[in-house]
């Protein structure tokens, strides 16, 4: 983790005169020559590092609209630029006046670094409505009391089940509780020689690892990871117990040995266990609609809301989100441009033309009832729904350390469902790893 610190210290130590040459040639052909009259329409730079032709034309699609609304203003769309490459603009004053951030801790560790500008004056001078968003995605933007991003598209997570194994079964409906869920998937296991054939549900299948899983299964308990009020990491909790130790009782119950070799067996995609039976039941976003749509079209499964735990009913109906972000670099050259762009791709065709082609959803709310998005399978629609009535909250808190957090998670949590920590060491671990890297992060940022 120290590494990782250093990493980013020297990215925002890293000299003028180092980038300065490479982000000269990415901008030259903005510059006007000297003695040549102004250009008659102002350019302004978009980064995005998608690469997949579908969003690479979505972009473009979007960008070619507002630019055709807008006379005198024009959007130029750069594709495949990774974000650290646009923080190395920044760093260089050569800053591209847009750019898209992706889900983790990048925003908030951008905003600590001073490599964005704060959005809350651009705000308040016009009056913009943040209401009209899912409310996760603006407080997922928010660092140090002040707006950095508007959301550009959202993930968020329900509950999957496969149909046919569950008739089989004599099962009629997903169940409500995370106990029920144990219960099912103990009746739908199937052992074969040496580990199993099948699991009914793994509550961090689905997931890039018990890392992004845990903070779920923290709010599902009634915990938090992070404290707004008091800004520190609030792991170590009696909450926060409760989750691991059911965790940890979980996988136990099976054998964490058994159960690493047989998601060892895991693939993506066509390979994935859901969709080749080796799970009746898993925890995942949206995308895996659009996934069985391209791999496993005769799948007969469905969606729901996600279990909560039987002592907190007051949770039914929760996910978190994840999204992607505009954001206005520290430095850009056309901050009304800018902002005229990011806040007019929450309006019109662009939040359907992304939410299409990234396969996520947008984070406007009146678009979650939209027919075109709507009408595209109902497994997706019972998710815009979720997120229209459901009980949402971000992934992860606005800090400048959640860069590191599912890792931080993902040692220790391991180590306690397979019995080489306890619950109560595993978080205590945790909180403290947080807690050194957030102080060392601030003393960095009020030394540069």
Sequence with gaps: MNSLLTRRALLR??????????????????????????????????????????????VADATAEYNAQHPGREVIARWGIPATRALLAVAGGQPPDIVTLYPGGTLSEWANNGALRSLTPLVQASRYDLTRFVQSQITHAIF???????????GAYMFYYDRKIFQAAGISAPPKTLQEAQQISQKLTEKSLGGFARVGFLPFAGFSGNGSGFSLYSYLFGGKIWSVKEQRFTINTPANLAALRWLTD?????????????????????????????????????????NAKNF????????????????????RNSTMTRGNSLVLPKGSHHVEEGWSFITWMQTGNAPVIMAKAVNNMPAVRSYLSDPRLTSIDPRYARFLAYLRNGNVQPQWPPTPVTGILPNAFQTDVDAATHGAESPQQALAHIELVMQENLAAMQRRGKSA
């Design 144 to 154: 140090d009391g002040q707006l950095y991003a508007l959301p550009l598209g959202m």
């Design 296 to 315: 496993k079209p005769n799948l007969d499964y469905d969606v729901a809301p996600i279990p909560y735990d039987e002592q907190h009913p007051q949770l």
């Design 250 to 290: 979980y996988y136990r119950a099976y054998g964490p040995t058994a159960v690493d070799k047989f998601t060892a067996g895991f693939g993506n995609q066509a390979q994935d266990p859901f969709f080749a039976g080796k799970l009746a039941m898993e925890i995942n976003g949206q995308w895996q609609v659009f």
């Design 13 to 58: 130590r890293t000299t003028v005169a180092g980038i300065g040459l490479a982000s000269a040639a990415v901008f030259t052909s903005c510059a006007g020559g000297v003695g040549k009259p102004a250009p008659a329409v102002v350019k302004a730079e978009y980064w995005h590092s998608w690469s997949t032709p579908p969003v690479v034309k979505a």
